[in-house]
């Protein structure tokens, strides 16, 4: 059974970091794109980052781009999501997810094996 499993949200400051963590098991990350979603409340699930298992190439959405950094433990068959300088902004639940296609945008439709999402807050 495919599972994703996020970790490592939590509460900072404004300026500080967290590092999440997407842990996948009953399959390997190197056949899909593993992307970063994240949903504020009222607002819709926004495309954050991916990386592709195949090249380890990535993809930063504008708004985090330049703070956030996404990267890959093959050995660990996990993905992280590196955020410094996190403003209040960020603040959302965070969603990693999957997907066999060779995407251009990050829609959500396309993406599978949806974790349970992981809280990460920034007061100001």
């Known amino acids: 059974q495919e599972q994703l499993v996020e970790s490592g949200g939590g509460l900072v400051h404004a300026g500080g970091s967290l590092r999440l963590s997407c842990a996948a098991s009953?399959?390997?990350?190197?056949?899909?794109?593993i992307g970063w979603f994240r949903q504020a409340p009222g607002k819709e699930r926004e495309g954050v980052s991916y990386i592709r298992g195949t090249d380890g190439s990535t993809y930063y959405a504008n708004s985090v781009k330049g703070r956030f950094t996404i990267s890959k433990d093959n050995a660990k068959n996990t993905v992280y999501l590196q955020m410094n300088s996190l403003q209040p902004e960020d603040t959302a639940v965070y969603y990693c997810a999957i997907t066999p296609f060779a995407i251009e945008t990050m829609t959500s439709e396309l993406f599978g094996s949806w974790g349970q999402g992981t809280q990460v807050t920034v007061s100001s």
């Open positions: 009953g399959f390997t990350l190197d056949n899909y794109i």
